[in-house]
């Protein structure tokens, strides 16, 4: 059975949870907790704020538009460059070195802030760069126009249900315009369409100078994958010190950072490659559950000398032009 006791003066109540199932009689329980002006029990910790009805309202609509002006200068082509510095010192503050770019998730990433909208869009800008790895500006400035034309709307005294239902009609409308205005693309065009969207892309990025140069090693990378275009890890990018943007290049197979023998050719035609991700040195081979006991420096020498020419039969056997270790 449970009663409870409440004061009006001081705002507790004192609550009696009585348990009669014991055989020795009844157990009693008492919680005692502050009630809220509301109505409801304070459980929030010592120093922290609650905001309800228009200063919430406010709060929200506050952060979510001052974000969407943050970013809003680097949307398009013409877009500018933010450079973010480190704020030492700072709690909550980024450490670290100056960045200098226009990508809406690097710049949410690297400010610190403390409003709930404002982290709720970092997190949505987060997320499409995640899915999409494009336009997480515009879906920040998208979101802040939305709240903003909300809050004018709050402002006339019209329910904020009201105006969500209202968004989610047009968000109904607009997925049926886009599957409307869709189309599909036969294979002589997708590459010239496939050039278009890269280089809209970089159209704001700081590779907008060379963006012809790069759509063209990007769209190559796409096709070459064909049926597996989806899967972008099988694209390895390999940064080299030195030489300009436009020496960047696109090639088919492997790149290796590995020196050439001396006196080794430096090309070679329809050969055969093998290509170890193990040391083939002798000294550097471990074989696991393997024990050799010697008594003598001259047997130490025949083992190796044993193991070195086991290992050159093996390569022999594969008539190889080229060894990769």
Same mark, same amino acid.
């Given at each position: 059975?449970?009663?409870?006791?409440?004061?009006?003066?001081?705002?507790?109540?004192?609550?009696?949870?009585?348990?009669?199932?014991?055989?020795?009689?009844?157990?009693?329980?008492?919680?005692?907790?502050?009630?809220?002006?509301?109505?409801?029990?304070?459980?929030?910790?010592?120093?922290?704020?609650?905001?309800?009805?228009?200063?919430?309202?406010?709060?929200?609509?506050?952060?979510?538009?001052?974000?969407?002006?943050?970013?809003?200068?680097?949307?398009?082509?013409?877009?500018?460059?933010?450079?973010?510095?480190?704020?030492?010192?700072?709690?909550?503050?980024?450490?670290?070195?100056?960045?200098?770019?226009?990508?809406? $998730?690097?710049? %949410?990433?690297? /400010?610190?802030?403390?409003?709930?909208?404002?982290?709720? +869009?970092? @997190?949505?800008? *987060?997320?499409?760069?995640?899915?999409?790895?494009?336009?997480?500006?515009?879906?920040?400035?998208?979101?802040?126009?939305?709240?903003?034309?909300?809050?004018?709307?709050?402002?006339?005294?019209?329910?904020?249900?009201?105006?969500?239902?209202?968004?989610?009609?047009?968000?109904?409308?607009?997925?049926?315009?886009?599957?409307?205005?869709?189309?599909?693309?036969?294979?002589?065009?997708?590459?010239?369409?496939?050039?278009?969207?890269?280089?809209?892309?970089?159209?704001?990025?700081?590779?907008?100078?060379?963006?012809?140069?790069?759509?063209?090693?990007?769209?190559?990378?796409?096709?070459?994958?064909?049926?597996? $275009?989806?899967? %972008?890890?099988? /694209?390895?990018?390999?940064?080299?010190?030195?030489?300009? +943007?436009? @020496?960047?290049? *696109?090639?088919?197979?492997?790149?290796?950072?590995?020196?050439?023998?001396?006196?080794?050719?430096?090309?070679?035609?329809?050969?055969?490659?093998?290509?170890?991700?193990?040391?083939?040195?002798?000294?550097?081979?471990?074989?696991?559950?393997?024990?050799?006991?010697?008594?003598?420096?001259?047997?130490?020498?025949?083992?190796?000398?044993?193991?070195?020419?086991?290992?050159?039969?093996?390569?022999?056997?594969?008539?190889?032009?080229?060894?990769?270790?």
């Amino acid at each position: 059975m449970l009663q409870t006791w409440y004061d009006t003066e001081t705002l507790w109540t004192l609550t009696f949870l009585y348990d009669a199932t014991e055989s020795r009689g009844c157990r009693v329980c008492g919680f005692l907790s502050q009630i809220s002006e509301g109505g409801v029990p304070d459980v929030l910790q010592r120093g922290a704020q609650q905001d309800r009805g228009e200063t919430a309202r406010l709060q929200y609509f506050v952060g979510a538009i001052a974000v969407g002006e943050l970013v809003k200068s680097t949307l398009g082509p013409k877009g500018l460059d933010k450079i973010l510095t480190p704020m030492q010192g700072v709690e909550g503050g980024r450490n670290g070195r100056t960045i200098i770019t226009n990508d809406g $998730a690097t710049i %949410l990433k690297s /400010v610190w802030l403390d409003n709930p909208a404002a982290k709720i +869009l970092a @997190d949505v800008a *987060l997320q499409q760069d995640t899915v999409c790895g494009d336009g997480t500006t515009g879906v920040v400035v998208l979101a802040s126009e939305l709240l903003k034309q909300a809050e004018e709307l709050v402002n006339q005294n019209i329910h904020p249900q009201i105006i969500t239902a209202g968004y989610r009609k047009a968000l109904a409308v607009a997925r049926k315009r886009l599957q409307e205005i869709s189309f599909g693309c036969e294979d002589d065009g997708l590459r010239e369409y496939l050039m278009k969207v890269a280089r809209t892309t970089l159209s704001s990025k700081l590779l907008t100078h060379e963006k012809e140069h790069f759509a063209k090693i990007a769209v190559d990378a796409i096709l070459r994958l064909k049926e597996h $275009a989806s899967s %972008l890890e099988l /694209v390895h990018i390999i940064k080299k010190p030195g030489g300009g +943007l436009r @020496d960047s290049f *696109l090639d088919e197979g492997f790149i290796l950072e590995k020196r050439i023998g001396t006196c080794q050719p430096k090309v070679q035609e329809d050969c055969r490659v093998m290509v170890a991700n193990t040391p083939m040195d002798t000294d550097k081979i471990k074989i696991y559950g393997a024990r050799v006991s010697v008594d003598s420096f001259e047997a130490v020498q025949a083992l190796e000398l044993a193991e070195k020419e086991k290992m050159k039969q093996k390569v022999l056997c594969l008539s190889l032009q080229e060894l990769v270790s």
